[in-house]
């Protein structure tokens, strides 16, 4: 019987959260608030009523781990690529080092004064919350300008990528961390970059060549196996999954490029090549719907369940208030000195939609156990998160359609 309850409440969240895109895109609400306080009312109603339902931290990982994969492909499965967006993706990159940068070592500056905590484990939890969520950001800017819903792509993927490389250098080095080894976070990315678009055409490959009817959820498997693979390691592997999506969604620059090209040996095989792309074609037309459709179903549930782990007696804490408050404000003050001198953009609402989402809680749950700082607990990680969507979700309301819009950054 219990069996049926859990089927039935699983295919009415599904349905609610359909419904919540539909609310979303009319009243300007990000759905995944939506399904955040749905979480936190079943978790009311449960223990009004005496259920004793807890949900592990595990599997809250696991879904906000493949559900990070997911979302980053989604979004990067609907940019096409061209020069003139050469210079948008650098701005976004050094947007995104010195976001990241100044607010890790502002967020631990914080936690070393008023916690008196070692240097390493208050650099583990700044950069936990100093990612932004490109989980929340991808669906949020579906309605915005091209540029700009471009941009805060790159902005929040990129912020993603860099934040769980710092991570896991300082959570894997307990000590003696040196300048060089943040030094070789570059060549690491450079090699990251190689290896992703060597991988990115195999896959293409691969998608040309399978002829059989399932196969879409076979690329999906090697993606996660080569995603989780990499983390293993510490590499960034979530750059191979966006220059995967960018490769698939931009295939046609293959085409353009490489078979007009006047090498013997390309007009010898240019045929085939040609043939292999028609087929990838083919197959990605279907393969975008499917990861659409997945991302949906895994960021429904993720959310809910971290909707539903939420304490809100503990977020209400006096103690939680004021700490969160004091992280928030130098957040948003550096969001404030990025718009306002480096990039040619209004500070209101842009300044809003700078969320905290499911990286942060994928990093908070990585933390070592050692490592852990007792004021520092769920009750304040959940107060950021819910407070930065909070915010968000006024920017986005406050903001006309079409309002939001990055010009030409100054970095560049």
Not at 119 to 144: D, F, K, R
Not at 355 to 364: E, N, Q, S, V
Not at 377 to 402: A, E, P, Q, R
Request: hydrophobic share 55%; charged share 15%; net charge positive.
């Amino acid at each position: 019987m219990i069996e049926s309850y859990i089927i039935i409440g699983l295919c009415l969240l599904i349905v609610l959260s359909y419904f919540y895109n539909l609310i979303g895109r009319y009243l300007r609400i990000p759905s995944v608030l939506l399904l955040l306080g749905t979480g936190v009312l079943c978790k009311w109603l449960a223990v009004y009523y005496g259920f004793n339902i807890e949900i592990p931290t595990s599997v809250i990982s696991i879904f906000g781990a493949v559900g990070l994969i997911i979302i980053v492909l989604e979004g990067a499965l609907d940019i096409k690529f061209d020069k003139s967006k050469l210079r948008l993706l650098g701005s976004a990159f050094l947007v995104c080092i010195f976001l990241v940068a100044c607010a890790t070592i502002g967020i631990a500056s914080l936690i070393v004064y008023l916690l008196g905590s070692s240097w390493h484990n208050a650099l583990l939890y700044g950069i936990a919350l100093s990612v932004i969520s490109s989980a929340i950001v991808i669906p949020t800017v579906e309605s915005m300008v091209e540029r700009t819903k471009e941009f805060m792509l790159y902005e929040s993927v990129i912020s993603d990528i860099i934040g769980i490389l710092l991570f896991n250098i300082i959570a894997y080095n307990e000590t003696n961390v040196s300048a060089g080894q943040y030094f070789n976070l570059s060549w690491q990315m450079v090699l990251m970059v190689i290896v992703s678009i060597i991988f990115s055409l195999l896959m293409v490959w691969l998608l040309a060549k399978i002829k059989t009817k399932v196969r879409f959820y076979l690329i999906i498997a090697l993606m996660i196996l080569i995603y989780e693979s990499g983390n293993l390691l510490h590499l960034s592997s979530l750059l191979l999954i966006m220059c995967f999506g960018l490769v698939l969604n931009n295939i046609n620059l293959l085409d353009k490029y490489l078979l007009n090209s006047k090498s013997p040996l390309l007009e010898r095989t240019g045929k085939r090549i040609e043939k292999t792309l028609q087929d990838a074609y083919t197959s990605i037309e279907g393969f975008k719907p499917m990861v659409l459709e997945t991302s949906f179903v895994i960021r429904t549930f993720f959310f809910f369940m971290f909707g539903y782990s939420i304490n809100l007696n503990g977020i209400l804490q006096p103690q939680t208030l004021i700490f969160s408050g004091y992280i928030l404000a130098i957040m948003y003050v550096l969001r404030f000195i990025n718009l306002k001198f480096f990039t040619r953009s209004h500070v209101f609402p842009e300044i809003l939609i700078y969320p905290r989402g499911l990286t942060t809680i994928l990093l908070y749950y990585s933390i070592p156990q050692a490592n852990r700082i007792t004021v520092l607990n769920d009750n304040m990680f959940f107060t950021i998160v819910i407070m930065t969507n909070v915010l968000m979700m006024i920017g986005v309301i406050f903001s006309k359609k079409g309002e939001l819009k990055i010009e030409e950054q100054v970095f560049l």
